[in-house]
């Protein structure tokens, strides 16, 4: 692989939404910045979603990546919660959409399962890899971490960037089998 690719990692909340940019060049990956968009708990769901959207606007703008990778939603026993976080992911994609960036989609499962090993890996464990794999000083915030295991996850394998190649496989137990 030629060159140097900046991926943006976005794991999407209504309250909290997780940005981790890192870069790539070969297989060397190295950690540029991440942070949280955090939203007014009282404000309308319109000035919500507003924020998450200028935000991931303006880390696009201030950090220029070539792909973004965004975590999918994942089914909660609350059908509200989950429309309502699809919506904060919408927000989030249509930032990237609007500066016409590629954007791939990973469910929870596969992110774990690219940083840790595991695809049922706890929190702790994600942000405790990506702190090793970006020979970070201290884990990044649950949220943060989060994203940059998105972006990790789409170095290593998604769209093409990775060396595994994932074509005619699916995940069962946290595993690729085919």
Known sequence: MTGVIRILGIDPGLRVTGFGMIEKSGTVLRYLTSGCIRTDAD???????R??????????????????????VFVNVNPQSTLLLGQAR???ICAAVFHELP??????????????????ARKEQVQDMVKRLL??????????????????????????LGSIATAGYRVRRGRLIR
């Not at 404000?43 to 979603?49: D, S």
């Not at 998450?52 to 975590?71: D, M, Y």
């Not at 990973?106 to 595991?118: E, P």
């Open 43 to 49: 404000a309308e769901l319109p000035a919500r979603l």
């Open 51 to 72: 924020t998450v959207l200028n935000g991931i606007r303006q880390v696009i703008e201030e950090n220029h990546p070539g792909h973004v990778a965004v975590e999918k």
């Open 90 to 92: 919408g927000a989030a």
């Open 103 to 120: 954007v791939a989609e990973y469910t929870a499962l596969q992110v774990k399962q690219a940083v840790v090993g595991n695809g049922h």
């Open 135 to 160: 020979n970070l000083p201290g884990a990044p915030s649950a949220d943060a971490a989060d994203a940059l295991a998105c972006a990790i996850c789409h170095a290593h394998g998604g769209m093409g």
